[in-house]
């Protein structure tokens, strides 16, 4: 290595060292800029309808299961079941355990897939970002004639 340190670069007229000091100082950099990623959600989540939320790694991506939440009238959280489906085959399905959030990958600092409301019965496009710590901000989206979204701030369980 000391012969390359003071060998002339023929082609720049520069000693090779300066050139390779000049690399590294650029990787560095390039090293030191931190680059946006999707902060880590992992855990349980109070939803503002008192539900939680359990997200975990699904394969490839984040998914949401309820683990908890408010029984209807008249049922627990065992023996409730997805009734205001749309889907009338899938009415039957029980709710707690139900994957409500799937598909979520990072897009820049953020979490973009899809979330189920068990309440309305529908799924819409989601975006999940961190305002602050111990919060998630879930936006939806329904297309419609225009994209009509909705936010709800989800807090962290203990």
């Known amino acids: 290595m000391q012969f390359l340190k003071h060998a002339p670069n023929r082609r720049a007229g520069r000693p090779v060292s ?16 931190p680059a946006q990623s999707a902060p880590d959600i992992s855990g349980k989540w109070r939803t503002k309808a008192d539900a939680v939320v359990e997200i975990s790694t699904c394969g490839s991506a984040l998914c949401g299961k309820l683990v908890s939440f408010p029984a209807p009238k008249g049922e ?16 039957n399905r029980k709710l707690l355990g139900l994957k409500i959030l799937w598909q979520l990958k990072p897009d820049g600092d953020a979490w973009s897939g899809r979330i189920y409301d068990p309440r309305r019965g529908f799924s819409a496009a989601a975006t999940v970002t961190t305002p602050r ?26």
Not at 133 to 158: F, R, S, Y
């Open 133 to 158: 710590a111990g919060q998630l901000n879930i936006k939806g989206c329904v297309k419609a004639v225009v994209n009509v979204c909705k936010n709800e701030v989800w807090t962290k369980v203990n």
């Open 76 to 91: 627990t959280e065992a023996t409730a079941t997805d009734a205001n489906n749309r889907d009338a085959s899938k009415r």
């Open 18 to 33: 300066l050139v390779i000091g000049a690399a590294c100082a650029g990787l560095a950099l390039m090293a030191a800029s």
